[in-house]
C-alpha cells in the first residue's frame, strides 16, 4: 500500500499535480512539526520523536531551494487572519524543547536564516533530569534475555519499592495473571505516586539492571533530557519564539481547573526563565495532539490566540484559531512525502475524498458569527467536536 501510495505521488509530480497544486494553494499556510533529534547509538528510537540529524538539514534545505517562506507562528497567523498571507509561507514548529533542539537544530536552522517557534513543556526543564516515561519506553526497546524477563524484573522491582515504604496498594500476586503491557502500566503508576523525581530515576535505573540494560550513557548524554535554562535563553537568543506546551504534558483528560493550572504553570515558568511578560506567551500546542473543545473557553480566559493540533492539513482563514493544523514530519516521511504536503497536493487529495465522503472541511458551522479576533482580523471558531486525539 505505501508503495502504490508513492508511485502515485511521484507519477502525480511528474504530470506536474504538485506545481497546479502549490498554485491552488499559495496563500494557505503550511506549518511544521518536529521534536528532537536522534544522538544515541543504534537502532533509533521514535520515528517521529526523534530525528535523524541530516534529515533535518535536508528538509530544511528543501525549504530553502523550494523558495518558501518562513517565518515565526506570530507572524504568519496575524497575516493569515488579515488576507495578508503571502505565497508559499511555512512555519515550523518543534515541540517539547529536548536539548538536541539547541545542540543539533538551532545550528541547522540558523545556517539557513530560518525562525522557528519552539512549544515548550517545563516540568523537566525545571527538574533537570531525563524524561522518565520516554527513558522507560527506550529501556523496553533494548531489554533482551540477557537480564530477568520483563514481568519478574517488574516483580521484583515492586516488590523492593514496597519493602521501602512505596506501593502497598500494588497486588504483585496478581501480576502473575497480567499481560506484559498491564505489568508497564503499574510500574508507572508506582512512578506517579514516588513524591520525587529523584526517587523515580532510581526506579527506573533498578529496572534496568534487572533487565541488564545500560542506560547509563542515554543519561550522560542527555538523549532523553529537556534543554537547561542557560540553553533556552541561547536558543532564543538564537531567533527562535518559545511558546506554550503546559507543564507536565498533560491536557486532554484535564478538567477545565487543571487545563488553567497546566497552562498557568508554564506560562509562569516560561516567563521567569526567559525574562520575557506572561503576556507575550499566547500560542499553545495540544501535549500529543489531544484537545477537547470543552477546554476551548479555558484558553479564551487564558488569553491565548492560537493552538496547533497535528492534525495533517493546510491553514485557511476560516481554520479555527484552536485547530490549526500542521504537517508531523519524521524519519518515515520520505521527501516524495514531504514535499507532496508542501505543494499542497496531500490536501487537495484529503479534500477530495471529503467531498465523496460529505465532509465539508474547516468551515465553521452554518450560520455562525463566532470568531475570535487575533490582531485586526480573524481567525473563525470551529465547528464543535467533541475529542480530539493523535500521538505524536
Known amino acids: 500500500m505505501r508503495l502504490?501510495?508513492?508511485?502515485v505521488l511521484f507519477l502525480?509530480?511528474?504530470?506536474?499535480?504538485?506545481?497546479?497544486?502549490?498554485?491552488?494553494?499559495?496563500?494557505q499556510l503550511r506549518i511544521l512539526c518536529y521534536h528532537g533529534?536522534?544522538?544515541?547509538?543504534?537502532?533509533?528510537?521514535?520515528?517521529?520523536?526523534?530525528?535523524?540529524?541530516?534529515?533535518?538539514?535536508?528538509?530544511?534545505?528543501?525549504?530553502?531551494?523550494?523558495?518558501?517562506?518562513?517565518?515565526?507562528?506570530?507572524?504568519?497567523?496575524?497575516?493569515?487572519?488579515?488576507?495578508?498571507?503571502?505565497?508559499?509561507?511555512v512555519v515550523i514548529t518543534i515541540d517539547d524543547g529536548w536539548a538536541t533542539t539547541r545542540s543539533h537544530m538551532v545550528p541547522a536552522l540558523r545556517e539557513v536564516g530560518f525562525p522557528s517557534t519552539l512549544y515548550?513543556?517545563?516540568?523537566?526543564?525545571?527538574?533537570?533530569?531525563?524524561?522518565?516515561?520516554?527513558?522507560?519506553?527506550?529501556?523496553?526497546?533494548?531489554?533482551t534475555k540477557s537480564g530477568l524477563s520483563p514481568m519478574d524484573a517488574l516483580r521484583a522491582v515492586i516488590a523492593e519499592a514496597q519493602a521501602d515504604g512505596h506501593g502497598a496498594e500494588i497486588d504483585i500476586e496478581a501480576m502473575d495473571s497480567m499481560a506484559l503491557e498491564d505489568g508497564k502500566a503499574v510500574f508507572a503508576g508506582l512512578l506517579e505516586s514516588l513524591p520525587t523525581v529523584s526517587q523515580r530515576l532510581e526506579q527506573v535505573q533498578r529496572l534496568a539492571e534487572l533487565l541488564d540494560v545500560d542506560i547509563r550513557a542515554a543519561v550522560r548524554g542527555r538523549w532523553f533530557d529537556l534543554m537547561t535554562p542557560e540553553e533556552l535563553r541561547e536558543a532564543q537568543r538564537a531567533g527562535m519564539e518559545i511558546q506554550l506546551h503546559t507543564h507536565r504534558h498533560r491536557f486532554r483528560t484535564a478538567s477545565p481547573a487543571e487545563?488553567?493550572?497546566?497552562?498557568?504553570?508554564?506560562?509562569?515558568?516560561i516567563a521567569g526563565l526567559l525574562g520575557v511578560p506572561e503576556t507575550s506567551l499566547v500560542h499553545f500546542c495540544y501535549p500529543s495532539g489531544g484537545y477537547n473543545a470543552g477546554q476551548w473557553p479555558v484558553l479564551a480566559a487564558l488569553g491565548i490566540q492560537t493552538a496547533t493540533t497535528i492534525e495533517e492539513g493546510l491553514n485557511t482563514s476560516r481554520t479555527s484559531r484552536y485547530g490549526?493544523?500542521?504537517?508531523?514530519?519524521?524519519?518515515?516521511?520520505?521527501?516524495?512525502?514531504?514535499?507532496?504536503?508542501?505543494?499542497?497536493?496531500?490536501?487537495?487529495?484529503a479534500g477530495l475524498?471529503?467531498?465523496?465522503?460529505?465532509?465539508?472541511?474547516?468551515?465553521?458551522?452554518?450560520?455562525?458569527?463566532?470568531?475570535?479576533a487575533i490582531g485586526s482580523g480573524a481567525l473563525a471558531k470551529a465547528p464543535q467536536p467533541?475529542?480530539?486525539?493523535q500521538t505524536a
Do not use: C
Open 4 to 7: 502504490l501510495k508513492l508511485s
Open 12 to 27: 502525480a509530480k511528474s504530470l506536474g499535480g504538485f506545481w497546479l497544486a502549490q498554485r491552488l494553494t499559495a496563500r
Open 37 to 89: 533529534i536522534w544522538i544515541g547509538d543504534r537502532p533509533r528510537m521514535g520515528d517521529k520523536l526523534f530525528m535523524e540529524p541530516e534529515t533535518f538539514r535536508q528538509r530544511l534545505l528543501l525549504l530553502k531551494k523550494g523558495g518558501y517562506r518562513v517565518v515565526a507562528l506570530s507572524q504568519a497567523v496575524e497575516e493569515l487572519a488579515n488576507g495578508r498571507l503571502p505565497p508559499k509561507t
Open 120 to 143: 515548550l513543556t517545563s516540568y523537566y526543564v525545571e527538574k533537570a533530569t531525563p524524561v522518565l516515561n520516554i527513558l522507560v519506553q527506550f529501556l523496553w526497546t533494548r531489554a
Open 259 to 269: 487545563s488553567h493550572q497546566e497552562i498557568t504553570e508554564n506560562r509562569t515558568l
Open 324 to 349: 490549526l493544523r500542521r504537517f508531523l514530519d519524521g524519519e518515515n516521511v520520505t521527501p516524495l512525502e514531504f514535499e507532496s504536503y508542501l505543494s499542497g497536493f496531500s490536501e487537495l487529495v
Open 353 to 372: 475524498k471529503g467531498l465523496l465522503h460529505g465532509r465539508r472541511g474547516d468551515r465553521p458551522e452554518a450560520g455562525s458569527s463566532d470568531e475570535w
Open 386 to 389: 467533541g475529542s480530539h486525539t
